[in-house]
T-cell receptor
């Protein structure tokens, strides 16, 4: 039962363009969402998060959008840079699960120079 | 210089041997977690602990054991009962009890290869 799903295993974009990574969830109790970035053979690093009381959160080149009715969130990176090439995971939590996160499968982003 | 350390970076063991992976944090976080990542898959939760001397099973706890005797340490033992132990193991920690701040911070990981 995959409660958090990233349907695109990979995405390729040109440098300077926008990257849009998508994530869907099924558990309506989720109230906090996070994006992590991971390079090979390293631990994931926290990128940006959003609470369910908001529909948008922005941090520099990174913006996360949340559509609660569609149970969908997306991460926008603009402009994309070659150093953004990594695997991106979305994750979700709810109050009943305490501090436990549920992760998606990840999307490999490749930004071509 | 706070953070999470995992050692060693690479670990090789023979089939049938137990092996313990180290995880230490000096962030004063209450909660600690162990995940495993397999190629092309997301992070799957093995065990987690929200307080010293207490821990819970995650989604794939079979063949693993943990202890939490100190706040800063959460070692994971991969036992011979784990059928497919070769994987990348990640440890994480977080503050507990603050709604909307369930951000977990990860260590660099340990690549375990069972020969």
């Amino acid at each position: 039962d995959q409660q958090v799903k990233q349907n695109s295993p990979s995405l390729s974009v040109q440098e300077g363009r926008i990257s849009i990574l998508n994530c869907d969830y099924t558990n309506s109790m989720f109230d906090y969402f996070l994006w992590y970035k991971k390079y090979p053979a390293e631990g994931p690093t926290f990128l940006i998060s959003i609470s369910s009381i908001k529909d948008k959160n922005e941090d520099g080149r990174f913006t996360v959008f949340l559509n609660k009715s569609a149970k969908h969130l997306s991460l926008h990176i603009v402009p994309s840079q070659p150093g953004d090439s990594a695997v991106y995971f979305c994750a979700a939590s709810d109050e009943t699960s305490g501090s436990r996160l549920t992760f998606g499968e990840g999307t490999q982003l490749t930004v071509n120079p | 210089d706070g953070g999470i350390t995992q050692s060693p970076k690479y670990l090789f063991r023979k089939e049938g041997q137990n092996v313990t992976l180290s995880c230490e944090q000096n962030l004063n976080h209450d909660a600690m977690y162990w995940y495993r990542q397999d190629p092309g898959q997301g992070l799957r939760l093995i065990y987690y602990s929200q307080i010293v001397n207490d821990f819970q099973k995650g989604d794939i706890a079979e063949g693993y054991s943990v202890s939490r005797e100190k706040k800063e340490s959460f070692p994971l033992t991969v036992t011979s009962a784990q059928k497919n132990p070769t994987a990348f193991y990640l440890c994480a920690s977080s503050i507990v009890g603050q709604t909307g701040t369930d951000t977990q911070y990860f260590g660099p990981g340990t690549r375990l290869t069972v020969l």
